[in-house]
């Protein structure tokens, strides 16, 4: 089966900048997952989808992060104005629904704000 | 709120050697999952191992086995007959097994595995 899908692999902007990723999971998987890793440290959640339905959202920075999963399936994230500290790997997972299953992460997307 | 904590930043191994990385966790729950995960330089998180909190036996994957101490909240991998394949981050990740959870992961800093050859 493909994997999950993210693009861009890198992306470099200033700060003050807004910046979009994507990502398509595998095909089926009703759960997606946006997980921010910043050099040094274990991947943070910062939200996660059921079908189009946000479940769980609290540590997303929304005055500056938004993301939205239309019709279920691709999905967007977005930070908007970009500050230096969104330095990050930023990676997609999606699951099939139900805790016995395992995810499937991308590749991720680095962003460097300078 | 749970937390994941690996107190080794980097470990080196000789290759075909052994290797045993630690990882302790806190949590209040008693029905949860422990997962060892693998990040190549590629950034693809790589499921290399998975332990369910009510099962005893300790879980194996070919080279790859675990030591999970309930009572001492401690989940250690050791690896086996060392490839240079294995150099990688390793992530020890905890996941709630309570249905009103959301599914995700906590996970710890992670360990950098080097492969001597």
């Known amino acids: 089966e493909a994997g999950v899908a993210q693009s861009p692999r890198y992306k470099i902007i200033e700060k003050r900048q807004s910046v979009a990723f994507w990502c398509n999971p595998i095909s089926g998987h009703a759960t997606l997952y946006w997980y921010q890793q910043i050099l040094g440290q274990g991947p943070k959640l910062l939200i996660q989808?059921?079908?189009?339905?946000?479940?769980?959202d609290s540590q997303l920075p929304k005055d500056r992060f938004s993301a939205e999963r239309l019709k279920g399936v691709d999905s967007t994230l977005k930070i908007q104005p970009a500050k230096l500290e969104d330095s990050a790997v930023y990676l997609c997972?999606?699951?099939?629904?139900?805790?016995?299953?395992?995810?499937?992460f991308g590749s991720g997307t680095r962003l460097t704000v300078v | 709120a749970q937390t994941v904590t690996q107190s080794q930043p980097e470990m080196s191994v000789q290759e075909a050697e052994t290797v045993t990385l630690s990882c302790t966790y806190d949590t209040s729950e008693s029905d949860y999952y422990l997962f060892w995960y693998k990040q190549p330089p590629s950034r693809q998180m790589i499921l290399v191992i998975r332990q369910e909190a009510y099962k005893q036996q300790n879980a194996t994957e070919n080279r790859f086995s675990v030591n999970f101490q309930k009572a001492a909240k401690s989940f250690s991998l050791k690896i086996s007959d060392s490839q240079l394949g294995d150099a990688a981050m390793y992530f020890c990740a905890y996941r709630s097994a309570m249905a009103n959870y959301g599914q995700n992961f906590v996970f710890g800093p992670g360990t950098r595995l080097s492969v001597l050859p």
């Open positions: 989808f059921q079908n189009n339905g946000v479940v769980d």
């Open positions: 997972a999606s699951s099939l629904v139900g805790i016995t299953y395992g995810y499937t």
